[in-house]
């Protein structure tokens, strides 16, 4: 194990637990109305035509012919983001792949998936592609947009960007229906959690250092994150947390019914690792879904290429299920 003594914060972001510990986290009661609310949202992402529009990619690779796309999703929102297929053979699946809380600028090339058309969106109000004023492109301020109205709250959109996603893809691959899984990172996780629970057409899903579990510890915990923001803010609006109860991505967790794939770190300052492990514990106990441990996350470690390396492999092998 490397998980890391030396850092530069001010506070444990080990929170002095054990894995042990953080293994016997439960996750929260859901919040009365939690499934209503999330199947109306869903029904209402359902309801749009996305009418993905692709045009030539600004990158060249040997791999995979890289073009943008942009599709319509809830409230008219324009997203953008790339879309990835292989140069060689079929499209036999499809992937959607969120982002962090930093929004994306390129896609990535070394997916470990092939025969596969994988979607980069990046959700609304995020840089480099779906800027949407008054929505901050700054994780500081936009997980505060709307924070206090469930029904207009960012993440409810950002989460129906997915929804809308995978139907873009759908609308271009009819053929894949039933072979669409999704993968995403830290922001990205905590999103995918939340939209994978509600959305049977997402078939797998792979969560990597997810954000958003367990919101009563989310905001009490210390951290450099996107939930300090909102820490700060529950100070003069202490009644926040029973708003965010209906975005908890370990309460959606235990939703889920797919393959699921959770990576998640024992030291991490920016996603508190209880919350991460929160978000891995409530997924249903089953063979077909795997924890992979990370020494941490969120900073660099000793181990970090080795065991990024190895997560690699492992989601490479969890794709090809699909």
């Known amino acids: ?20 510990g953080l293994q016997a986290i439960r996750p929260p009661q859901a919040p009365p109305g939690f499934d209503a609310f999330w199947q109306k949202r869903y029904g209402r992402a359902l309801a749009v035509r996305p009418e993905p529009r692709l045009s030539p990619g600004g990158d060249a690779h040997a791999d995979w012919q890289v073009r943008d796309i942009a599709y319509t999703s809830t409230d008219g929102i324009a997203i953008g983001g ?12 499809g992937l959607v792949v969120g982002h962090g809380y930093g929004g994306r600028d390129q896609p990535e090339f070394d997916l470990p998936v092939e025969e596969t058309a994988i979607l980069f969106p990046c959700l609304r109000g995020m840089p480099s592609r779906s800027i949407h004023p008054p929505i901050s492109p700054d994780a500081p301020w936009h997980v505060l947009h709307e924070i206090d109205d469930p029904d207009r709250y960012v993440i409810g959109g950002c989460v129906e960007d997915v929804w809308v996603a995978v139907s873009a893809l759908l609308a271009l691959y009819p053929a894949i229906d039933g072979h669409i899984g999704y993968s995403g990172i830290s922001f990205g996780g ?15 899903g792979h969560l990597t250092v997810p954000t958003f579990g367990d919101r009563k510890r989310w905001l009490t915990l210390p951290t450099v994150g996107s939930a300090h923001s909102v ?3 529950a100070k003069t ?11 908890d991505a370990a309460t959606a967790a235990a939703r889920i019914g797919v393959p699921m794939l959770a990576a998640v770190a024992r030291f991490d300052p920016a996603v508190a690792p209880p919350c991460q492990f929160a978000v891995a ?3 249903p106990k089953s063979k077909f879904n795997e924890i992979f441990i990370l020494d941490a996350g969120h900073f660099d470690y000793a181990d970090s290429a080795v065991q990024q390396t190895a997560l690699r492999e492992r989601v490479g092998r969890f794709f090809r299920g699909l």
């Open 1 to 20: 194990m490397s998980i890391p003594t030396d850092h530069p914060f001010d506070f444990d972001p080990t929170y002095g637990m054990t894995l042990a």
């Open 190 to 204: 905590g999103i995918g959690a939340l939209a994978i629970a509600f959305d049977g057409r997402i078939r797998r």
């Open 82 to 93: 790339w879309l990835l297929t292989p140069r060689n053979g079929q499209v036999r699946r």
């Open 231 to 233: 820490q700060e803010y």
């Open 237 to 247: 609006h202490p009644d926040v947390f029973e708003k965010l109860r209906l975005f």
């Open 281 to 283: 514990n409530a997924l």
